[in-house]
C-alpha cells in the first residue's frame, strides 16, 4: 500500500484554508501610472517583477522595488502607482479568503510587504502559468511584455474544469511560496483580536441575512463594544464594513453576470429586493438596472 494524510487538518481550523481565486494577470506599467479603489470583497497580492513604485496604505507611503510582493488585504483601501522613472512590471493574485488563513499570516506577518525568496522568473512562470488555463498563448513564453500582448487582454474562466484548474495551479504556487520563504515549523496559532473575528464572519457571511448584534452576540461581546473596537481597528464600524462588502459584491455580479436583480438582491444578503434596491441606490447613486445599463454601455474600468 502507499498514500498519505493531511494531519495539518488536524492542527487548524479547516474553514480557514479556504482558498478560491478571482483573477490573475500581469501588466507593464507606464511612467507615474496609478491604481486605487476604496475596497474590494477579495485579498490581492501584487509580485514586483521589474522596476519600482509606491503603495499607499494606512495613510502610509511604501517603497517598494523588484523582489518584494506587496499584500492588500480584503476590505482594505489601497492606491498603487509606477515610478516615474523606473516604472514596475508586475503580476498580481487576487484571490478569496478567510482573514484568519494561516497562509497570509505567515507569509506577511504584521506587514503588508514581503521580501520575495523565490526567483522572480519562476515567479512569473507561475503566473503565467494560471493565465494559461485559458488563454495558451502564455504556456509558450517566459517574459511577458506590453508589445506583445497590447491592451487588455482579460479573459473571464466560464467553466468549472477552468475554474478548477487555475485554483490548482495558484495553490501549487502559494505551496511553493509557503516552502522558499522560512522554516514551516514557526506558524504558530496567535490570539486573534475580535475586530478580525467579526470582520472574518462578515467576510464569509455577508450573503446571509445577518445582523451586528448577532455576530457581537455570537462572541459574546456587546454591539457598542464591538463598534468601537471595530471602528478603531478598520475606520469603520462594522454596520459599514458590511453594507460596503455587500454593495461591492453586488456591483459585481451586476456586472459580470445576467443574474435578476432579485436573486443577486438575495445572494448579497437582502431578503426583501426593495430593500436591496434602495440600499444600493443609496450608495451608488443609481439603482441596480441603472448600475447594469451603464456598465454594459462603457463604464468598465482596467486594473
Known amino acids: 500500500m502507499i498514500g498519505n494524510r493531511d494531519i495539518f487538518l488536524d492542527r487548524i481550523n479547516l474553514n480557514n484554508l479556504s482558498f478560491h481565486l478571482n483573477h490573475c494577470g500581469m501588466q507593464e506599467c507606464e511612467a507615474g501610472y496609478e ?14 517583477l521589474e522596476g519600482e513604485g ?18 492588500i488585504p480584503a476590505g482594505s483601501p489601497a492606491k498603487y502607482h509606477a515610478s516615474s522613472v523606473n516604472p514596475w512590471r508586475y503580476g498580481w493574485i487576487g484571490f478569496y479568503a478567510n482573514s484568519q488563513n494561516p497562509f497570509l499570516r505567515y507569509l506577511f506577518k504584521d506587514s503588508t510587504i514581503l521580501d ?6 519562476e515567479i512569473e512562470k507561475y503566473l503565467l502559468t494560471i493565465m494559461s488555463v485559458t488563454d495558451q498563448r502564455l504556456s509558450r513564453i517566459k517574459k511577458y511584455q506590453e508589445s ?15 475554474s478548477l484548474a487555475a485554483n490548482s495551479r495558484m495553490l501549487d504556487f502559494f505551496s511553493v511560496l509557503i516552502q522558499t520563504q ?11 483580536s475580535p475586530a478580525l473575528l467579526a470582520k472574518t464572519f462578515m467576510d464569509e457571511n455577508y450573503q446571509m441575512p445577518v445582523k451586528i448584534r448577532e455576530i457581537a452576540e455570537s462572541l459574546h461581546l456587546h454591539p457598542n463594544y464591538l463598534s468601537a473596537v471595530f471602528k478603531k481597528e478598520y475606520r469603520q464600524t462594522p454596520k459599514e464594513y458590511l453594507c460596503s462588502l455587500r454593495m461591492s459584491q453586488a456591483s459585481m455580479l451586476l456586472s459580470l453576470t445576467e443574474h435578476p436583480v432579485s436573486v443577486i438582491s438575495e445572494s448579497v444578503g437582502y431578503p426583501n429586493p426593495l430593500q436591496f434596491s434602495a440600499k444600493f441606490k ?4 443609481l439603482s441596480p438596472r441603472e448600475y447594469r445599463k451603464a456598465y454594459r454601455s462603457g463604464g468598465k474600468g482596467s486594473l
Do not use: R
Open 35 to 48: 491604481y486605487g479603489f476604496p475596497m474590494k470583497p477579495y485579498h490581492l497580492i501584487h509580485f514586483v
Open 54 to 71: 509606491y503603495l499607499e496604505q494606512d495613510k502610509k507611503i511604501s517603497h517598494i522595488k523588484a523582489g518584494q510582493a506587496f499584500y
Open 116 to 121: 520575495l525568496s523565490l526567483p522572480l522568473p
Open 148 to 162: 506583445d500582448f497590447t491592451g487588455e487582454q482579460f479573459v473571464s474562466i466560464h467553466k468549472l474544469s477552468e
Open 182 to 192: 522560512s522554516d514551516e515549523n514557526s506558524i504558530n496559532e496567535e490570539k486573534i
Open 282 to 285: 443609496s450608495y451608488y447613486g
